[in-house]
Each structure stands twice: as C-alpha cells, then as structure tokens.
C-alpha cells in the first residue's frame, strides 16, 4: 500500500487547512485510515483516524476542531483543520492499517503563524 498525502502547507492561526491522503497499489482491505502528526524530539502522535465501520477516534488536542472522513471506495482519507493554532505546527503523516500491516505516507507539513 502507498500513501500519497498532500494539502499541508502555511496558515495563519485561526485558519484552515485540509489534508488529503489517497491510498494506492494493492486490494487489500483497509481497517483504518487517518493522521498522525510529529514535531522534532517528540513522537509520532495519533491526530484522527476512521475505522470502515465509520467509527473515528480523535486526540484530545483537537478538541472539536478537526474532522476526520473516508471515502471506502476510493481509498481515500481527509482532514480538516479549523481553527489552527500554533501548537498545531507538524509533520502531519497519512497512517493506514490493514489486518497485517501498518502504513505511513510521506508527511506532509502544516505551519501555523501566530
């Protein structure tokens, strides 16, 4: 499976952003499919993410900002960003998980200006 992820990029805080994550290159099923984010000397931490029953987990840091959505069909994963503030400053990463194996995308970084 490849991850291809676009849609980061510079906004200034209270601003908006959508990232878009397409899934590639093989058939089989993806069980979730979301974002995670790092900044430099910190982990990897888990943003949203959406389960193929429609079940998503956010982090506590969104709280109620960011909205994560699926198309099944089309192997694809969105996030919208509301209200971005600068701690929100990352390498956002595309994260997809089948019954087998985890898959990362190339990162994609968001920078908010305060």
């Known amino acids: 499976v490849q991850l291809q992820a676009s849609g980061g990029g510079l906004v200034q805080a209270g601003g908006s952003l959508r990232l878009s994550c397409a899934a590639s290159?093989?058939?089989?099923?993806?069980?979730?499919m979301g974002w995670y984010r790092q900044t430099p000397g910190n982990q990897r931490e888990m943003v949203a993410v959406?389960?193929?029953?429609?079940?998503?987990r956010y982090a506590d840091f969104v709280k109620g900002r960011f909205t994560v959505s699926r198309d099944i069909p089309k192997s694809t994963a969105d996030l919208i960003m509301n209200n971005l503030d600068a701690e929100d400053t990352a390498v956002y990463y595309c994260?997809?998980?089948?019954?087998?194996?985890?898959?990362w995308g190339q990162g994609t970084l968001v920078t908010v200006s305060s």
């Open positions: 959406a389960t193929n029953t429609g079940t998503t």
């Open positions: 994260h997809a998980q089948t019954m087998l194996s985890t898959y």
């Open positions: 290159g093989s058939n089989v099923r993806i069980n979730v």
